[in-house]
């Protein structure tokens, strides 16, 4: 694989969309914008589409690495763990527990070629899109050892537990996204089973748990690893050092605390590389919504719109606005996302107008 002439491809595809491309990412760009104004207030709703671009430049960047194999031998490799990476033979449980951050596929490719034999734990959407390509592409394309092997397996299989574990008897080490939270059912938002409350960047979130229950239950040690890439688009693997059950006064201490551990350390890499994490594009799934957000009134009365607190989007050509604190959405006529981008109000009947003004979508 040509890595710069793909590169071009994604950068052009992604920074020069036609109408019809920006009108259909309309309503993820909403979203995202949400996530960045909740997580990260403190940056201008400006910045927002820009972000947009490079989270999607870097999801797409993430899946063509994983087959460049002079990529990965370019990689910086730090080791903080006790772990020895060229020492495939595990005497106890070991997870690496990784985030969907940089060029997070890369982890499996480096532990692969340095003769570990893996077994993979991926969501069900995931493992029924991408097993059979990541077992047959990316394997063709690294230099494993004797020792070297990859099994993935899907979370939402039940018998996966029964052959994790013989795996993991069989000297195998497990690798896992803790941010692989897709399956979250974003209507229902039951976090009740499952799941575990966490602070991430100043809010609470949802996370699943069951890494942290498996860990504790075989009595294994949790590497977390984190990658990302630098300002030349290196990359970069950091192996942080492992999280033991030994560490903790009870297995459910462990189980939660090894988790929000992992966290703490991606929230530090996300501050300086908030668009190498392809979550933002999701995590409003993770989270119960406020849908009584107060509207607060302006000082001064500009009759322009309000982008800190509204969006729009477009769905199967009709037009919404979009609230990116309560995250609710209302269809409103075309004439009227015209006079936004035009900032020309003038042509609303004066009851629209109102209407705009009472809920703070004009200030």
């Known amino acids: ?44 709703s400006s910045e927002y589409a820009p972000m947009f671009q490079e989270v999607l430049y870097y999801q797409k960047l993430s899946g063509a690495e994983q087959y460049d194999r002079d990529y990965l031998l370019q990689t910086t490799v730090v080791n903080n763990s006790s772990v020895n990476l060229t020492e495939c033979e595990t005497k106890e449980p070991l997870i690496f527990a990784t985030f969907h951050l940089g060029s997070y596929r890369l982890l499996n490719s480096i532990l692969y070629e340095n003769g570990y034999k893996i077994v993979v734990i991926i969501d069900e959407t995931v493992f029924l899109g991408q097993q059979e390509k990541l077992l047959r592409s990316v394997k063709s394309v690294l230099k494993g050892k004797s020792t070297s092997d990859l099994i993935i397996l899907n979370v939402n299989d039940r018998t996966s537990i029964f052959r994790l574990k013989q795996l993991l008897e069989q000297g195998y080490v ?129 009759n322009r719109f309000n982008d800190n607190r509204y969006s729009t989007f477009v769905v199967n050509e009709s037009n919404f606005i979009f609230d990116l604190l309560d995250y609710k959405s209302f269809p409103v006529e075309k004439e009227l996302v015209d006079a936004i981008k035009e900032n020309n109000f003038s042509v609303l009947d004066p009851e629209t107008f109102n209407i705009l003004k009472e809920k703070n979508i004009l200030v």
């Not at 071009?8 to 309503?27: D, G, T, V, W």
């Not at 575990?196 to 690893?225: H, M, Q, R, S, Y």
């Open 1 to 44: 694989m040509n890595l710069e002439k793909e590169k071009r491809i994604y950068k052009n595809q992604i920074y020069n969309p036609s109408a019809k491309e920006i009108n259909n990412a309309s309503y993820s760009l909403a979203l995202f914008s949400a996530n960045i104004k909740r997580f990260f207030p403190d940056i201008p």
């Open 174 to 302: 497990m690798t896992v996204y803790l941010d692989g939270n897709t399956g979250i059912n974003a209507k229902s938002q039951d976090f009740s089973k499952g799941y575990i409350p966490i602070d991430f960047l100043g809010k609470t979130i949802n996370v699943k748990n069951g890494i942290g229950k498996l860990a504790a239950l075989l009595e294994g040690k949790i590497v977390p690893v984190v990658a990302y890439r630098d300002e030349n688009e290196l990359n970069h693997v950091t192996f942080h050092k492992e999280i033991a059950i030994s560490d903790f006064e009870d297995r459910k201490e462990f189980s939660v605390k090894a988790i929000e551990m992992a966290y703490k350390i991606l929230e530090e890499k996300l501050v300086l590389y908030p668009t190498q994490w392809e979550c933002w594009l999701y995590i409003q799934k993770w989270f119960k919504r406020d849908y009584t957000t107060p509207f607060t009134e302006e000082a001064d009365s500009l």
